[in-house]
């Protein structure tokens, strides 16, 4: 059973800056595929960025793209997301999610078997 603690959300003025963070225990974290996903107040949730089991492949969306980076630390555990440029679009509940399936990393929450119980990003203007 993986379970997964989001850290790093918080206040921030537009244009600022934040890094979330995820951690994960329970399994081997390299066999994981990796994903950030984000649900504002009466929005599905939505796709924010994923990474490969080693970090070499990783997708953002177009709404982040340019401005997000997603990366991870296997010798930690743990994975990132680098928020720059922020906008008050980017105010959401973000959760990070984990996939066992050994598959490449994807843009779907269904493929996703694990999920942290989100931490709360408030971009301000």
């Known amino acids: 059973q993986v379970q997964l603690m989001e850290s790093g959300g918080g206040l921030v003025q537009a244009g600022g800056s934040l890094r979330l963070s995820c951690a994960a225990s329970g399994h081997t974290f390299s066999t994981l595929s990796m994903g950030w996903f984000r649900q504002a107040p009466g929005r599905e949730r939505e796709f924010v960025a994923s990474?490969?089991?080693?970090?070499?492949?990783?997708y953002a969306s177009d709404s982040v793209k340019g401005r997000f980076t997603i990366s991870r630390d296997n010798n930690k555990n743990t994975m990132y997301l680098q928020m720059n440029s922020l906008k008050t679009e980017d105010t959401a509940m973000y959760y990070c999610?984990?996939?066992?399936?050994?598959?490449?990393?994807?843009?779907?929450?269904?493929?996703?078997?694990?999920w942290g119980q989100g931490t709360q990003v408030t971009v301000s203007s």
């Open positions: 999610a984990a996939a066992a399936d050994m598959l490449p990393a994807s843009s779907r929450a269904i493929r996703y078997d694990y």
């Open positions: 990474i490969s089991h080693f970090g070499g492949t990783t």
